[in-house]
Every structure is written in structure tokens, then in C-alpha cells.
């Protein structure tokens, strides 16, 4: 046998030793193994140690629309180091397939937005493995986190199809695939604590795998120093409401202190609020299920009462999907069951504004009691709004843009659990629950020269009060476009006084707006977008970042049409090409949405 390369030999089997031509084959060859693997080891440790330590690499690749995918991402690296992995995180528009495909421990954590679509940072790269160009990945130990939400149709079908994809193109899977609801932080945490330590023991050990360039550190955001299990409380400071007395609509702002907290963050960034259900809505729900406030029941471990358990801890308003389907059997109504068996949209449609309350009065009064609703019902989950502020501007606090959530249904005044828990229920001397969510590409540029198009009707304008502050405050010379939108001129012009100064003092080179029932036919702002086409084709060829919050379902996606029409029209382009310039924006982080 060939003497490799050191002063070591390959273990010598005497002549003599007693054993047949078969045993000592075995065992010479055995023997030749062992030493081949301790040499390349040996070697790998004195000639990686001064380029690369890899030993065990580990890729994360994360889809998030508003940073919770890519938070879990970074704690899943930070784990992942104590299992002997090198973890290296990377936003799914940074990955280049060919590379990924070479990975031989692959973990996925995306989120799923709007209805079952890919979030924006994950369509490019889906795009490429979902076509029948893609890559194998026969040497790929894989496992995948998904994000979403119960009460959406599709629920994690980002997740579901990214797991199945890498599966068909032949990727081992370690860990069942874990689809988390809106509350993710615990399901997380038992997938990471199944995943990891299978996934270090697959591939091998020596790393011969591509590794991306490591992220540079200043892209770095430190953790937030709360969550959900360790909120800090916001004081109170001001409210008010943006609209006038004669709207239909009710859209306040809030001022949160931050005082004592040592929290920060970054115009565009959210804050998740835990909210309270409201005393009365606690009082009616408890009479209906027969029982009293100061009975005591079993929630999560802990004997508490009802009321605490159901002002604090459950989602009472909107019905679990678990709690629909149990309401339709338990009430024997055929047209109940038929629309639970056809599915969420027909049933959505069907249930359309109603809570627990109403359906347990309509389909099914005395057939629940408080144990059972406990087990049916969701947690109540904390609620992210965008932060409509630059702490720049005000140092120590948090603003906030929210529309109050207050219908008539089924003969009863319904009320948004958090919307209307603000509105109603917190005065100056309360204090609100709280922790931020970061969101590292809903940011102004780093470059303060790049000019912005923000286009955000209703309380999209939120992030874009935030970022144009932040430009004031950094004074960054970049020229600043608004498209903002809501129902009347007159009554719901939000921020009207701040947004006009700006427009008078340069602030805000260009302020496009509309409203929509000024006259006969409704005016969006993609209407207004199309009119000033060829200004905004000509800001985007000058390197303009384009934003985007608001309504997901709806508003989002004409606004992404008129988008495509406009690159098309005014950059000579073929749809396809337009296609492609959109793809690039969103790759550079020029064309970023926070919608919901
Ligand atoms: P909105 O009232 O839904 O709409 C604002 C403006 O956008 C209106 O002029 C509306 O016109 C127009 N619009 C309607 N359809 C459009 C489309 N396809 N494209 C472009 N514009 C369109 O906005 P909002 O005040 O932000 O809505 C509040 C709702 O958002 C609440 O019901 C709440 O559930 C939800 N929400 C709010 C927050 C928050 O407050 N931060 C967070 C999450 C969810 P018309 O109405 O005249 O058609």
C-alpha cells in the first residue's frame, strides 16, 4: 500500500497473526481506513486552521417579509455553534443555486405571506429551484422551519413547498418540517432542538462544501434585548386621532416612552404590542360558556382563573380553526358543516365578521364549556405594527399609526382586539407590553444621496413618517417622493400639517395624492403612479429605492402591476425584461415590502 503523505506509517499486520486470508483482508483494510481517516483529519486540522475553521458548516437560508424568519434564522446560528456547527446565515436573494446545491447541511426557515405567496427575498431564488433547470441535491441533509398564520388559506406554503421541492430534487430530510402559527417562538425552539443535533451528525466532517462569503458584520443587527417572554412596559405619553370628527374612519397615533428600557431602533423597524381582550367581550364569552370569572381552570401548565386566562393569554375574538370546525359538528347545522368541508375560503365568506361569541349564540349556545374552549382557542398573539417614527427625531420614544378596528355584525358592536385595546383601554397612566421586530431591509438607503419613492396609503404611511424623519434628522440630501391615499381630503389627510411643511421646505420633493371617494370614480395611488410614469422610470434609472406598505391583498399587488406596466411603458421593454428589472430591484433591496 501506497505510504501517504507523512512520516506514518500504515499499520504493519504480522505474518504471523492468527487469522485466515479473509480476516486478515478485513482487518488490514479496516486498519487502512482508520489511519487514512485520522491522517486526513490530522491534515485538515493543520492546513484549514489559519484559511478557514469549518469543520462542520451549516447554511441557513431564510425567506422573511417583516424579519421574523430572519431573526429565527440568526438564533438558529447561534445554537447551531453549540453543536460544533459553523453556521453561516444568508438572505435567501443572496444565494446563488448552484452554490446552494453544495451544501451538505441546509436548513430553511421561511416565512409565507398574503395568500401562500413566497416572501419577496425568497421569490427569485423559489423561481430557480422550482424549475426543471435546477440542480440535484443528492449530498444535502436538509430540514425546514415555516412561519405563517392559522387564519390565513395556505397556511405555510412557502415552507411546505420549499420542503417538498428540496425533497423531489433529492435532499435527505433530518427533521420533519415544523409549521409554526403566528405565536412561533416555542415551535421554533423544539424544531431547532431536534434539528441541530441530527443534522451535526450528517455529511461529513471535513468541509470540502462552497462556503458564501461571511456577511459582513456591520449588517449586523444587535438581538433585541426583549420578547415576548420578556417584554418591556411603554408608558403611555399622547394619543390622538388623525382623522377628523366627520370621517367614517378612526386612524389614532400613539407615543410610546421607551424611557428606562435601553431599547432602540430603526425607522422602518415594527413593535409587536401584547394586548388585553377587552373586560366585556371577557364577561360575555364566560356567561355564554356557563361559567363564572373566578373559576379556576388549567391553561398551559398553570391552575389560574378564567378571567385571567381569558383577558390575558387566549385569542377569544377570532375563532381558531379548530374551534369552527368543533362549533359546526357540535351545532348539527348542514350548512355549517358544509362550508367547513368546502374549506376556508367558502367558510371565510360564510363566517365573514363574526367572532367566538356570535358563533357560539348562533350554531351552538350551551354546547361548550370553558375547558373545552380552552383547548380550541389560540393564544392571543402579540400584534406588529410599523413604526411610524425616527428615534432620532424622538429620542426615548415610539410612535405608532393605527386604524381602529370597530364593525356592527350579527347585531353587536365588534371591536380589533389590540386596535380598539389602544383606543379605548390605555390612558397615560397604563403601560403596554411591548418588544421590536426588527426589519433590517425596510430601511432608508445607506447611501443618503439615493433618492426614495415611498408609496403608502392609509397607515402605510406609517414607515414613511419614520424614514422621512430619519432623513431630516441624518440630513440626507436625497430627494424624497410620497404617494399617500386614503377616503376624503377633508377628513383623512393623516399627518396633513407635517407633510405639507416638508412639501414647503424641500423635504419632500414630490407629494402625489389620492383620495379615493373625492369623486365618482375611485383614485388609488397606482392611478397617480401611472400619471407620473415617466418621472418615476426616470428616478428609478437615478438608483431609487421604491417602498411599499400597507394592504397586502389588494393595494400591493396593483400597486406591483402598475409597477411592471410603467418600466415596461416608459423603459421600452418587453414584459419579460420588466420582469427582470423588478427581479434586479428586489435583489438590491431597491423595491422592499411591508404589507399585511
Ligand atoms: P384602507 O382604509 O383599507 O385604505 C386606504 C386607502 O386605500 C383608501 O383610500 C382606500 O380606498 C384605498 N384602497 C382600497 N383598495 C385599494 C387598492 N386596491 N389599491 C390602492 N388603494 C386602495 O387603509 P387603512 O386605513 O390602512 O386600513 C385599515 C385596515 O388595515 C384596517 O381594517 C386594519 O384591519 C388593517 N390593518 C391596519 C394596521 C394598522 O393600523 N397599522 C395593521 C394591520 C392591518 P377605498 O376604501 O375608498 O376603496
New binding site residues.
Partial sequence: MEQLKSNKKVPFLPQDIPFNDDQRQWLGGFLAGLHTRLLVKEEHVTTTSSTTQQIKPLTIIYGSQTGNAEGVAEEVAEIAKNHGLTPQVQDMDDVELDQLCQSERLLVVTSTYGEGEMPDNAQALWDSIASDAAPRFENTYFSVLALGDTNYDDFCLAGIQWDERLEALGATRVANRVDCDVAYESLAQEWIAETLPTIAQKGSHGGHEVMPAPTPATNKKAKPKYNRDNPFEAQLIRKFTLNNPDSD?E?CHYELSLLSSGETYEAGDAINLLPLNRPELVEELISLLGARKEQHEQYDGHTQTLQKIFTEDLEIRIPSKEFIAEAATRSGDQSFIAHVEEGTAALTDFLWGLDCVDILKRYAPHAFTASDFIRLAKPLAP????ISSSIKQHPNEVH??????RYHQADRAHH?VC?TFLADLIDSKSKIKCYFAPNKHFSVPHDPSSPIIMIG????I?PFRGFLEERIATKADGDNWLFF???TKAN?FLYQQELEQMQENGTLTRLDL????DQKD?I???DKMRAQGQALFTWLERGAYVYVC??A???????DKALHDIIEQHGSMSSAQAQEYIARLKKQKRYVRDV?
Fill in positions: 374612519k386612524t400584534r406588529a405594527y410599523s405608532l399609526t393605527v386604524a381602529s378596528v380589533g386596535s396609503p392609509g397607515t402605510g406609517a391615499g386614503d377616503r383623512d389620492a383620495f379615493s371617494r375611485k388609488y395611488v397606482q400597507g394592504d391583498f389588494r393595494m400591493a399587488k396593483d400597486v399585511y
